[in-house]
Every structure is written in C-alpha cells, then in structure tokens.
C-alpha cells in the first residue's frame, strides 16, 4: 500500500506540524503532543480531555474547540497515548473547575488515563473519568475487554464539550457524559482492511466478494466474515444489531460514520438505507450526521451509531460548536 | 540445582539492552502476530519503549538492581503507550521496587521480584492464565526461575506457543471471539523475549545487547 | 472493488435520498437532481449554481447553503448533469438578480451549461457565467481542451458566494469568481485509481511502487508515472508546478485537498510538507484548508490549490458560510 | 453505385432502435475504452440516452424522419450529460431540422442531413478530424454515404481503429497529452456503432432492435 507520507516513524509528528500549520485557533505542541484550545484554561470553566491512538482523524484532535474538547492527546497509531500527554493536557485546561477525562474503552486507554488521573490527581487536579463502550459488536462480559469504545466517542465529547462550556460542574458534566454513552450503541462493517504506516499492508486480508461485519476502528476483523451485501442489507444487519441490544423510547441521533475510505457519495446512500429501515423499525430519528469522523485510516466501510436523547440532550447536540472536524452556530 | 550467582547493576542493565535488541530484531514478527487478532502495532510499541530503555541506561546507568528496572518501568510506561506499556512499565517498576536498594541481589531474589511484577500486571490488567495474555508466558517463566534462566526461557518459549489455541479473554484479541483462537499472541511472544534475555545478560558480555 | 451501495443504477439517486434526510436545512429534489437553499430565491440576491458529475462530494452539493451555492446540480458519477437540472435550478434560485453559473472547465460540463444558459435566458433569467479551469498539469493550448477544473472551484464558490450574500449585483459577482479563478492554481498527485460504481473496477492500473503526478478528479491518469515519492517531494512537486506557472504576489489562500481515501492523518502530514516548501520558496500564507472536498471517488491521493487574495477577497473568504461540506461563522 | 431507396419515420424508428440495441451489446466496451483515456462512462452515457430513445419511440412513435432524430436528439440532451449527450444530441437533432417535416427522403437527403448534424458538432465542440473524437468516424462515415450504407459502415469502423495512434486534442483524453496515444477512442467507437445500425436498419426488420 502507498501512503502520502515521508516514514512511517514521523507520521503522527508531521501530522500534527501540519495540523499547527492549518489551524492557529488552536495551541499545538507537537513535541509534547497535546491539542489544546487556544483561551484554555477558560475560568470556571470544567476541562474536557480526550485522546486515543492516531488513526481516527478527525477524532480526538479535529474535535478541540469551543463547544467540545478542551484538549485532545493523540497517541501513536492505533496506540493509547501516554500518561505524560494526558498529565500535560489535564493541566493546561484545568481552570479549578476539574477535568472530564473521555475514554474510549480499550485496555491501553483504560491503563494509560487511570495513571494519568492519578498523577493529575497528585498536581492537585481534580479528575472525573468518563468511558466509551457503545459497540454492540462486542459482547461485555467476563471473556472479553468489555464493549469497544466508537461512533459514540462523537456524541460523548459533542455533548459533554456543551455542557461545561455552559458553565455546569463537574459531576453535571461527568454525568452527562456518562448518560450519552449509556444511551449509545454502534455498530460498524469493512469493505477492507487497514494499512497501518508502521505495517505499510493490510492487518488483514480481506477476499474480493466478502465483508466484515461488527468491527471496531483498529483494524481488527470483525466478529464475523460474510459473503458481500447491499447497502440495504448492511443497513438491516447494523441497525438490527443495535435493535437487539436496546429499543429505543426517546428520538436518536444517528452518526452515519464512514472508516475512511468509503466515499461520501456512498455513505449517503447507506444513510438513505439506515433511514429506511429505522423508518421500518419505528426508531424516531431526532438528527443524523454522515460524514467520516471516526475513522480506521484507509478503511473502506461504515458504522452507525444511535444515541436516545431528551430534551436537555439535544439542546446540548444543537448547541454552538467550533471545532475543525465538527462546526456550526458560530 | 545450581550454584547461586549474584547479580549486579550491570546485569541488569545487560538485560535491559538484551531485551532491546531482541526487540529490535523481532518488531516486525510482534506486529505481524498483532495483525490478525489486534492492531499491528506490538513490535513498534516494545521498539519505541526499549529504544528508550537502552538511550537512557547508556547515558546514565543507574547504580543498583532495582533502580535499573525501576528507570526501565517508568520509561515503558511514559514512551510505549498502549496496553503494553503500563503492563509491562509496571511489571519492571514493581519488580525494581521490590529490589529495594540493594547493589547486588541473587536469582531467587530476582524471581520473587518478578513475581510480585507479575502479580501487579494481573491485578492492573485483570489477566488470569488462560486468558491469552503475556500473563501465560509471564507466569511459568517466573516459576521456573527457580531451576535456571535456560529453564524460564523454555517455560516462556512454549507457553507463548501454547496460547495460539487459546481463545483470548484480554485485551484486544478478546473482541474476535473464537476468532481469535488459532494465533499465537504478541504479548506472551514478548515476554518470551523478555525472559530469554536473562539468559544473553548472564552469559556476561553485553555484546548482544549493545 | 467493493462498495457500499444497492446497485451501480440507483447510486446518484440514493446519495440524493440520503442527503435529503440529513439535511433538512435544504431542498433536495431526488427525482430532479437538484439541491437548492431552503430560502431560494432571496429576494435581491444573486443565485450562484454549479454541478458536475458526482463522485467529487462535498462537491457541489454539500457546499449549497447560506454564503456559498444557492443550488447544485449532480449529474451521473463523473458525468455532466444535463440542461434540465441547471435550468430548473436557475428558475429556483433567480430573484430576478440573475444567476451565475460556476462551470469546471470539461467539454460537457461547459457543453451542457451553455446549453441550460440559452433556455434559462429564454425563460427570462439573466445568466452569466464563469468556468474554473485551474490545473496546471494541463497545458491550455489549442491541443487540449483547456485547463481543467478542480480545487479552485470550491475558492469560487465560497468568495463568490459571499459577495452574492452581501448583495453584490451580477456583474460584481461574476467578476468576482472570475478574479477568484485567475488567481488560482492547482495539481494533483494519485496514489491510486479510482473505482466508479459502473466500471467496478480500477479505471487504470496503478503498480505498488509507482504514483501517478497531474492528475484531475476523474479517474484520468495523469500526464506522467513516477516511482513513489515521499510527501515532502510530493509537495515540492506541487508547489513548484504551480510556481513555474505563476508568481503569487499576494498572500495565498491554500487548499490541501485530499482525493478521498486519503486518511486526514497524511493530510495534515502532506499539509506540513507543503508548508514547509511554500515557506523555502518565499510563499506568504494567508488561510490553510485541509481535507476531502474536492474528491475523486476512492482515490488516494491529493491536490494542492493556492489562490492569490488581496483584503477583499480574504475578507469574503472569512465571511460566514453554512453549508454541509463548509462551514464557520454561523 | 445503387438504385435511390426510399426511407420513411419506420426506417428512421428502425434505426434509432438498431443503435440502442448495439448501444446496449457494446456499452461495457465503450466504458472500457473509456477507462484509459477517460472517466469509464461513455457506455453508461449512451445507453442510459438510447434506453429513453427507445422508451420514447416505442410510446409515441413520431410521424417525419425529421420527427424522430430530433426527438432521439432532444432525448440525448437530455438524459446523457457529458460530452457526448449534448454533441450526439445536436448531431441528431440538427440531422431531424435539416430533414424537416418530410414524410419520406433519400439517402442523399439523409447524407446531407448528417452532414449538417455533423458541422453543427464540430461548430459546438471545436474538434477537427485527427483530434481523435467521434469527429473522426462521422466524417469518413457521411462522406461513404453516398455509396451505400455498408462503405458507410466500413468507413466509420476503420476510422474508429484509425483514431488509436492519434494523440487526442479535444475531450478528457487530451488533458493525457501523448499519453492518449495507443488508445481507440471511445466516442469513435459509439460512432461507427451508430453509423452500422442504419445498414441493419436498411435490413427492413426491427428485429434486431426491439
Ligand atoms: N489485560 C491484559 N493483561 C495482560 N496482558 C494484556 C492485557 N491486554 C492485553 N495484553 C497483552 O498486550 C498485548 C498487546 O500489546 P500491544 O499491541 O502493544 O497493545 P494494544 O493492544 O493496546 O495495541 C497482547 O498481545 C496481550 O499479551
Ligand atoms: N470537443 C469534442 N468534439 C467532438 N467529440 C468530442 C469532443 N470531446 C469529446 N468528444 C467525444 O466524446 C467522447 C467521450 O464521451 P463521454 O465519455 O460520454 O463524455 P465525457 O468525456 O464527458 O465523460 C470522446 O471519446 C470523444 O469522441
Ligand atoms: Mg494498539
Ligand atoms: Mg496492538
Ligand atoms: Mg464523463
Ligand atoms: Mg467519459
């Protein structure tokens, strides 16, 4: 696989030169590798931090801004960050008010913010943990690392980005945050494998007439390998699989979210199909969202995540948000 | 049986630099293992943090056993990332802990500090025998101290060979489900590495490792 | 190649359905094919409209809304779209302050807008127009069929949206995109073919070691194969073509544009190493753009646009805008 | 030379239906020849146009010869975009006015019709024979019209072959430069494909195009 890059070792440096270079409204330290909001700490204001493994552009960093996360610690690809990152993020934005650690639910994140938090904790930063587990794909029980952390990363960090940049406090915030993930469920499907830079061919091999299906933004395969379907039918088979773990009662947010690769052009037919057999299946559609946001690199597919929201949570989801990868209302 | 040996500074610091130029030698093997069951990234993970390892001790090598592995933990878990680092960042900074202070300590006391390594990687990671994990290398490895390193080195070798029926319970291997059975997992082929290199810093020269 | 689609038949249409529920904020008219501002026309407002064939999105109707396109018109995947849609589109969006039409410079699309102006203008809509043709791979000589349209386009239709928002007339508009259009230049690399859902596979082939340089957003190889470069002597390869056709004077507005399975992390390292050359050459800087926006399909790859702005145009270049594919401001 | 024949709206139905049969046979051609020097769509184009030619047609079939190009001509205007709708489309439909509203013509008749068609072509889209565009069959094919619809056939058929070593000045494949060289062009092709169906046509049977 070709890249559009210089070597592999200097991927995630370059990225985010490039990332300083395009957007000065926020504070890049590449070296230190932490993206941060330019006017943090904001006074009173509770600190949102997120990060993860490179890879899932434009989640974390692409999501830093007014209105969503104060700063974002990027990891080597598809690898947790550091603690020292998070250490460093947690106090450039902590104002007093405390700070909301997101974590998406994998062994190298859950390890990597808990010594974080307390070395935080240490520097006298107050820190409350939020964790992402909304993939249906994986059955949480005692035989595996629990749910993967996904499309509901957006909806967590949008939502909860919202809620302190009002001003409420951090148990509101924490618990806000926690409510949007537990109200989240995902489900996504490959097309191909990844080509990771350091690996430079694909983590998998994926035949011409098949697909994956329930897989996660890692480029690990999915639970099960299929013969290719329809649009229509990866629809059904997403939707229904979220279906069979929660009905919902309260109007969803739907991320339609491409992996990466698959063209906008497509996943707005998916979305077309998604809607239909939401549509079918009685689910009330609050706001939907199609775009490639939480991605797996050069990953052709799609997932879906539906998010149950009142009325608090979407006024929250509507509220004004500036970042790079998500914007709008200022 | 055999005689008791004592293990200094050095041998510690040659164990380090032996682990990382295994490492180094088999990153692409780690990746390549961490492909079908996980992320592709094991071997650059171990590189980039026993890269570290090596730069640190060769610019400053600390004084005692414990202080060696104790550097090493902290470097792991501040450069390598992922579940690997702080796993086994806190293997070697609890086993280094555990050394104290002391300027020479013997096998015994090694593999005692390495069990109550072990024993921190599974309360942290949650991980028992079984589940896949560098924790079934880990685990006889250190029983087997007790003979010989040649002996750990073999007890590791084939437990990491032995996971590949296993159907993984930890870590990102878990998601596949019985998928994942049939590979040999990257952790456990790692700590493999890790414990045969006991064996390379006893033969006495560091030339392996450095 | 797979795809995430029903059938290669319907895969215009079901974007359009698709789009239409993820945007209520716009009138999507499926059967038709045209996208058009919900508030089309406004009253004392130029109309902007463009289109082309799909498989480019956001391009052009994800860039319809408040201070950009009044409408867009999607043909067939990297078709022209027909007279019917511009003529209806022009009808939805003329106030009575006439239309411009922002036409890429390809024998059909300028075939089928000249076209669509002639019966709009029989219909009493005033019609100006102006054609993008931006890509200095093509030599614009009378052995081509001129330089081709490709980034520069969504430059024109942000500044020239702005300054129909403000109420500019037609004249002032038109002169506007034009100005926009002069001042711009692009080229484009392709690290691999493109896939239309028709063909169903590779449209050319693209060995391992090998990338494609001066190539447009339709699948076209480009004019010359060379074995792979790295990013930074990719960028050196872009910015230099450019500046061996023209010698900005003014600071540069700079688009780095990704093909579309071109992961955000290398584009934000590609971003870097064009920074980088556009700084050794003496380049000055005003705004950076990076992501997927003027696409081809699956392709990876990316352009590189710059565009010469003087306080005007960078003042309308900053003005708000809202649209699913551009956004800031509001 | 050949006795005058006469040709009425059914020989001209028969014609248009003859061409969106072959249209339909060739169209994964046409778009392959489309690929290296295109955008892989001139066979979709066309068949998506002679589909709605034939619909039409076969609905309300109209009365005149020049009735039916220039509806088939207005129906590729609009239905196929691209290049090749708006230039197919004013080929025929400058064929249809030139015929105006005559119940029957000849084959002179229809030759200079297809002459004017294919002036108004090259007045829209510039291009001139060896600029390698359809341009480069049409001429030749209308030329051998006035022998018999086979030398027309032959004519356009090796004229489309004619256009391979050609470096393409007008459409997409001139953006390639030399590169365009070794490659038949794909609107060339549709033509000869166009030119053959009035020999089937001629042939009395719609068989072979409904
Ligand atoms: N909970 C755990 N306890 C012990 N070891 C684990 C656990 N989870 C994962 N591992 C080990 O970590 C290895 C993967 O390490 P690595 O690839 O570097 O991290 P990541 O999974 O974050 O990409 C696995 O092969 C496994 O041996
Ligand atoms: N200016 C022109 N004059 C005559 N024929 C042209 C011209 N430009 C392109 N063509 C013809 O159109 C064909 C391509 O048609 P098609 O693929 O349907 O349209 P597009 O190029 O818009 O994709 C070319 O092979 C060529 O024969
Ligand atoms: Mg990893
Ligand atoms: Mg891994
Ligand atoms: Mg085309
Ligand atoms: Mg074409």
Same mark, same amino acid.
Request: aromatic content about 4%; hydrophobic content about 45%.
């Given at each position: ?11 995630? &440096? ?18 230190? !590798? ?17 990060? $993860? ?21 990027? $990891? ?14 947690? &106090? ?27 070395? =935080? ?23 595996? =690392? ?5 499309? =509901? ?5 949008? *939502? ?29 499907? &490959? ?30 395969? $999915? !639970? ?9 039918? *990866? ?6 699989? *979220? ?6 009662? #309260?109007?969803?947010?739907? /991320?339609? #979210? ?17 809607? %239909?057999?939401? $549509? ?6 609050? %706001? *939907? ?26 006024? /929250? ?14 | ?47 980039? +943090? ?15 056993? +414990? ?16 579940? @690997? ?31 109550? +390594? ?55 291997? @878990? ?36």
């Amino acid at each position: 696989m070709k890249m559009l890059i210089n070597v592999p070792e200097t991927v995630v &440096a370059d990225a985010l030169r490039g990332m300083a270079a395009a957007h000065p409204e926020l504070t890049v330290d590449v070296e230190n !590798r932490v993206i941060v909001r330019k006017d943090a700490p904001v006074a009173g204001k509770v600190g949102l931090v997120s990060g $993860g493994g490179s890879g899932h552009e434009p989640l974390h960093g692409g999501f830093v801004g007014p209105g969503m996360l104060s700063a974002a610690c990027p $990891g080597e690809v598809f690898t947790s960050p550091v603690p020292d990152q998070m250490v460093r993020a947690a &106090a450039a934005v902590d104002s007093g008010a405390g700070v909301l650690f997101i974590v998406k639910n994998y062994t190298g994140d859950v390890l990597n913010f808990d010594m974080a938090a307390e070395l =935080a904790e240490d520097e006298g930063v107050q820190v409350a943990k939020v964790l992402v587990n909304d993939d249906v794909a994986v059955t949480d029980s005692l035989y595996t =690392a629990g749910r993967r952390g996904t499309g =509901a990363t957006l909806f967590v960090e949008k *939502i909860a980005g919202a809620a302190a940049d009002e001003g409420q406090p951090l148990e509101r915030v924490e618990a806000v945050a926690r409510q949007v993930n537990e109200n989240s469920r995902s489900f996504g499907v &490959a097309l191909s494998a990844v080509t990771t830079p350091a690996k430079g061919s694909p983590t998998f091999d994926l035949p011409q007439g098949e697909l994956e299906l329930g897989i996660g933004i890692h480029g690990e395969p $999915g !639970r099960e390998r299929r013969p290719m379907m329809t649009a229509g039918e *990866i629809a059904e088979a997403a939707v229904d699989a *979220i279906l069979a773990d929660v009905t919902p009662r #309260n109007p969803v947010l739907v /991320l339609v #979210n491409g992996m990466g690769a698959t063209p906008l052009l497509e996943l707005y037919g998916f979305n077309a199909e998604v809607q %239909r057999v939401l $549509g079918e299946r009685g689910v009330p559609v609050a %706001r *939907i969202l199609v775009g490639n946001y939480v991605t797996s690199l050069d990953m052709a597919g799609a997932s879906v995540t539906l998010c149950q929201v009142d009325e608090e949570l979407l006024r /929250l989801w509507d509220a004004p948000v500036s970042t790079p990868g998500l914007r709008w209302g200022m | 049986m055999r005689g008791v040996s004592v293990l200094d500074a050095a041998f510690f610091r040659r164990w380090m630099l032996a682990t990382a130029a295994s490492v180094d030698r088999e990153a692409e093997r780690l990746t390549a293992l961490d492909s079908p069951i996980g992320d592709a990234d094991h071997g650059g993970n171990l590189r980039r +943090g026993f890269t570290a390892v090596r730069d640190a001790l060769e610019k400053e090598p600390p004084a005692t056993p +414990g202080a060696v592995l104790t550097l090493a933990g902290r470097l792991l878990i501040s450069k390598v990332g992922g579940a @690997s680092g702080p796993l086994y960042g806190t293997l070697l900074r609890r086993a280094g802990k555990t050394l104290g202070d002391a300027a020479e300590v013997d096998e015994q006391q090694l593999a005692e500090a390495l069990r109550a +390594g072990v024993d921190a990687v599974r309360q942290l990671g949650g991980a028992a025998p079984g589940d896949k994990t560098m924790i079934d290398a880990l685990v006889p490895a250190v029983d087997a101290l007790g003979s010989s390193f040649a002996a750990a080195r073999s007890a590791a070798e084939e437990a990491a060979v032995a996971t590949t029926p296993m159907q993984a319970h930890k870590g990102r291997a @878990s998601y596949l489900g019985e998928r994942s059975i049939g590979h040999q997992d990257p952790g456990a082929t790692s700590a493999a590495l890790l414990i045969a290199a006991l064996e390379t810093a006893a033969a006495g020269t560091e030339a392996d490792g450095e």
